[in-house]
């Protein structure tokens, strides 16, 4: 029995009362804390920044997944400011770096220095040792720049004149970028997008939205405190793996990447680590909702964050001005959800 992926999940065949599989205790647990977690998130953010929501749960979605975000907008959207409130309640050691154009990658990493008093070479460390970092303007740097940030977003460590230094876990990059500037910017690698877990978008905020932020602001500045610790953050990231996922899941996970590489407006389509990156945040997303299981509806709802800077358009489907929003939503069209094996 096939659907077309388009439908909405209300369609598909029901769960029974414990979902499709019998929940294990890190499941069950990590969907209690995760949920409730993910409520409280959200109204500590919104005191700050308003109509945040669905940028906050893409934000905790690519925490609890253990990956960077790459946060995407035009000028006066409030970024940063999202950035910072979301760094705050994480709780976590946290560092920012304002990305310039003669910004160098021992700026970022750290560099040796000598040592008088003990007539040594010793490494000073650079901002990028936290445990929450955010590279702010990123694409203002170039790539030389921008590649000091790979083995760090990649492996968790940073190598300094042949040391190689483990950094501090949970590790997350917060990058906020401009995508609509042309001068005094640089475009991102291949190999530097892939290593972020999503990209997430932000708009104007709506009408309301826009005079709720006045009168917001008009007031006193709200100063939410700390919701996690580093403790925490691990301790949900290692219950992720419990999620349940049917066979027939990872399937339709391997053939939207198939799908994406056939397209043809691609040039280079989803990765092994693209597909990887949709299990485990379609995982934090059925948690997110208290759910121990995750379904067809999480995979096609991070598809966007995580597919869209990972898919490469031929210069031919960019001058008919498509885009990779394109590509992703015709994939997820034209796969269809396998509901049994």
């Given at each position: ?74 000028p006066g959207v409030a970024k940063t400011t999202l950035s910072k409130v979301f760094s ?22 750290g560099t040796s220095v000598f040592d008088r008093g003990t007539n040594d070479f010793v ?155 949709l299990l485990r945040c379609a995982r934090a997303r059925a948690a997110l909702k208290g ?51």
């Amino acid at each position: 029995m096939t659907a077309k992926s388009a439908l909405p999940v209300g369609l598909l065949p029901a769960p029974g009362p414990d979902g499709p599989s019998a929940p294990d205790s890190a499941a069950r647990e990590l969907a209690r804390e995760a949920g409730d977690i993910a409520r409280r998130t959200t109204e500590q953010v919104a005191r700050v920044v308003v109509g945040a929501e669905a940028v906050t749960e893409q934000l905790l979605t690519a925490m609890l997944a253990g990956g960077h975000v790459l946060l995407e907008g035009v000028p006066g959207v409030a970024k940063t400011t999202l950035s910072k409130v979301f760094s705050k309640l994480l709780g976590c050691q946290y560092q920012r770096v304002q990305f310039t154009p003669d910004l160098m990658p021992s700026d970022v990493t750290g560099t040796s220095v000598f040592d008088r008093g003990t007539n040594d070479f010793v490494l000073r460390r650079g901002p990028i040792f936290c445990q929450v970092l955010l590279a702010d303007e990123i694409n203002r740097a170039p790539a030389k720049t921008q590649s000091a940030l790979l083995e760090a977003m990649q492996e968790g460590q940073v190598t300094v004149d042949g040391q190689t230094i483990t950094l501090p876990k949970p590790f997350l990059v917060l990058a906020t970028q401009n995508p609509i500037e042309q001068e005094g910017v640089y475009r991102l690698p291949e190999a530097q997008l892939d290593r972020f877990l999503l990209r997430v978008e932000m708009s104007y905020p709506g009408f309301d939205q826009e005079v709720r932020m006045l009168q917001l602001h008009g007031g006193p500045p709200a100063d939410p405190g700390p919701l996690f610790t580093p403790e925490i953050i691990l301790g949900l990231q290692a219950k992720l793996s419990s999620i349940f996922g049917t066979d027939a899941l990872y399937r339709y996970i391997v053939e939207l990447a198939e799908v994406s590489r056939r397209h043809p407006d691609v040039s280079l389509g989803a990765s092994p680590r693209a597909s990887l990156a949709l299990l485990r945040c379609a995982r934090a997303r059925a948690a997110l909702k208290g759910r121990h299981y995750f379904t067809h509806e999480d995979v096609q709802a991070v598809a966007y964050g995580v597919l869209g800077h990972r898919v490469i358009l031929r210069p031919e489907a960019e001058i008919e001005g498509r885009t990779t929003a394109d590509v992703v939503r015709d994939v997820l069209a034209n796969v269809r959800v396998i509901t049994t094996v």
